[in-house]
């Protein structure tokens, strides 16, 4: 199986920046897209960004033009920068993946246990 663990959360002030980590470990044949999606408090879950392992990146409407998404395909670990952060940005952040554990094994999605960002003064 494949586990991610993110870190990289906590509170910030608007205007600051976070930068969220991802790292995929355990049982990994293919690791595909990799990408980030947040959810609030009364409010469904919402994608944030997504990066293949071309390099190529996706992102959300409230992403666009603050947040940055990145990956190191060496260590199966996916960044999130984050600028120019609102209050509107308060959400429990996911990490996601497409990977399948084994040669024997076709894709799957997997989720990370989430990490908080809380933006306020």
């Known amino acids: 199986q494949v586990q991610l663990v993110e870190s990289g959360g906590g509170l910030v002030q608007p205007g600051g920046s976070l930068r969220l980590s991802c790292a995929a470990s355990?049982?990994?044949?293919?690791?595909?897209?990799m990408g980030w999606y947040r959810q609030a408090p009364g409010k469904q879950r919402e994608l944030v960004a997504t990066?293949?392992?071309?390099?190529?990146?996706n992102y959300g409407d409230s992403a666009k033009g603050r947040f940055a998404i990145s990956r190191d395909n060496a260590k199966s670990t996916v960044y999130l920068q984050m600028s120019g952060l609102k209050p509107e940005d308060t959400a429990v952040y996911y990490c996601?993946?497409?990977?399948?554990?084994?040669?024997?094994?076709?894709?799957?999605?997997?989720w990370g246990q989430g990490t908080q960002v809380t933006v306020s003064s």
């Open positions: 355990g049982s990994i044949f293919i690791i595909g897209v």
């Open positions: 996601h993946t497409i990977a399948s554990p084994t040669t024997f094994s076709g894709p799957s999605d997997y």
């Open positions: 990066i293949n392992s071309g390099g190529i990146q």
